[in-house]
């Protein structure tokens, strides 16, 4: 038998009554509060990880904080734990002290969880534990989103967690604003929103601008969208002003509210001249609330 094989038959093994889990709880309690190590034999991760499933959720949150303290060698039976185990609370917790340890020895085994595992909370647990990881996950987390599988719900995991990576690393995602693939291109600029809000990070608002001119219409509608939260007119409107003939309806009508948006009164008569050719009457209305709304913040100023 293999070492892993052993610690998976110990860990299958290994339970905990009521009263051994909370004395065991309240012996770990006190060693975090005096900041002693617990033990980090095998015997006792396996008890801590069997902890993870009491229904106590102060005790849970114990076990969890001390096998964090334990850290990379804990990893390797929170993972097996994570893979196999039939409690789905066990599950859910062995995710979240994966995401207090950060360590992307665990990523295979997270990724594996947020793909096949149909608890909900357990996906949430392991993107969130991938955000933590950071880098490492953005790979991964962008291979999941472009296939046929990946849900709404994942979806919105995945653009959660690279939004966290970005705020971390946002120029982690360059690459990936570049990528040949629309879907993560969108996914990247969706991710650096918050930091093109920062006026002090030019290089992450110069790859939203240059999104702007993507060949793919619904990244020029998202990039777009994003221009008009996080840049003011005298940065950004005469880029827009190119958008508002652009072939496709939805980056024009994107294109308008943006403008809206970043107040950009200096925009009024180009919109004037849009809604005179535009064709479409979807368009044209967002159009003319556009200028409508700027004309009266021109005259209030």
Do not use: W, Y
Not at 104 to 124: M, W
Not at 162 to 170: A, V
Not at 226 to 252: C, F, T, Y
């Amino acid at each position: 038998m293999t070492r892993v094989q052993s610690q998976q038959e110990d860990m299958k093994s290994e339970t905990l009554t009521q009263e051994e889990a909370l004395e065991l709880a309240t012996v770990l309690k006190q060693k975090l509060s005096d900041g002693e190590l617990p033990n980090k034999d095998l015997e006792s991760i396996n008890k801590m990880v069997a902890g993870l499933g009491d229904n106590r959720g102060e005790l849970r949150l114990t076990f969890a904080k001390s096998l964090g303290s334990v850290g990379e060698e804990a990893i390797p039976i929170l993972c097996e734990a994570l893979k196999n185990s039939s409690n789905t609370i066990i599950r859910r917790a062995s995710a979240k002290t994966l995401n207090i340890i950060g360590n992307k020895k665990a990523l295979p085994n997270l990724i594996e969880a947020f793909e096949t595992d149909e608890d909900p909370v357990v996906q949430g647990s392991s993107a969130g534990a991938m955000a933590t990881i950071g880098e490492p996950a953005i790979q991964p987390l962008l291979k999941i989103l472009t296939e046929s599988k990946c849900t709404a719900f994942q979806i919105g995991l995945i653009n959660l967690a690279l939004g966290f990576i970005g705020s971390k690393s946002p120029m982690a995602l360059h690459s990936a604003t570049n990528s040949t693939n629309p879907e993560i291109r969108i996914a990247a600029l969706s991710a650096l929103a918050e930091q093109a809000q920062k006026q002090e990070n030019g290089e992450v608002r110069l790859l939203i601008l240059n999104a702007l001119k993507d060949p793919d219409s619904e990244v020029r509608a998202e990039a777009a969208t994003i221009v008009g939260k996080s840049m003011d007119q005298e940065e950004a409107a005469n880029q827009l002003h190119e958008l508002l003939e652009d072939s496709n309806d939805q980056v024009r009508k994107n294109t308008a509210l943006s403008l809206m948006k970043m107040d950009s009164v200096i925009s009024i008569d180009t919109i004037e001249h849009a809604i005179h050719r535009e064709s479409d009457e979807q368009v044209k209305g967002v159009l003319i609330v556009a200028r409508n709304q700027l004309i009266n913040r021109r005259d209030t100023i």
